[in-house]
């Protein structure tokens, strides 16, 4: 009779609730991974916010777009609030590189050597990014103090994919 019993009865249950206990201890593992993870969600989603905020902000200084109005906009008022006359703006060849192309422009600006200083400073100071190059300052002219400046803009545009 105990064999029987520990063979047909017995042995199989054990066996069953083994099974049994094993499987619930998995789902209580997952259980306690799932609620760890849930537990990180609020911080998770402050920092995608950062890092949302944190493109945007990318996005501003260096754009998508190559927006050549804009840049002919920004020089103007930056003209204007430093007493520097833009003369001329010429849309420029773009070169390819790995992140960005960038965009070169010629340009040419008057105003005194102050004011010239004043704007190409404000100019590297906007949000968005610029560079000057091959910047050439004649001697001014008699009485006046201007100068017609003649140098490169190079403005960049964020390259996707």
Not at 19 to 38: F, G, H, N, T, V
Not at 77 to 97: I, K, M, W, Y
Not at 132 to 144: H, L, R
Request: hydrophobic share 35%; glycine share 4%; proline share 5%.
């Amino acid at each position: 009779f105990v064999y029987c019993y520990v063979q047909f009865f017995w042995l199989p249950v054990s066996k069953k609730t083994a099974e049994l206990k094993a499987e619930i201890e998995k789902i209580e593992r997952e259980i306690d991974s799932a609620q760890r993870q849930a537990a990180r969600l609020p911080e998770l989603d402050r920092q995608l916010a950062s890092l949302n905020e944190r493109k945007i902000e990318a996005e501003k200084r260096l754009p998508k777009t190559k927006s050549v109005p804009d840049i002919l906009v920004t020089l103007d008022s930056l003209g204007a609030q430093h007493s520097v006359l833009l003369l001329n703006f010429s849309p420029g060849s773009g070169r390819s590189q790995q992140y960005f192309t960038e965009f070169r422009f010629p340009v040419t600006v008057r105003g005194t050597f102050h004011n010239i200083g004043k704007f190409l400073a404000a100019l590297a100071l906007e949000q968005r990014l610029y560079n000057v190059y091959d910047v050439n300052y004649p001697a001014p002219t008699e009485g006046t103090g201007e100068m017609q400046v003649t140098f490169t803009l190079v403005s960049y545009q964020y390259k996707e994919g």
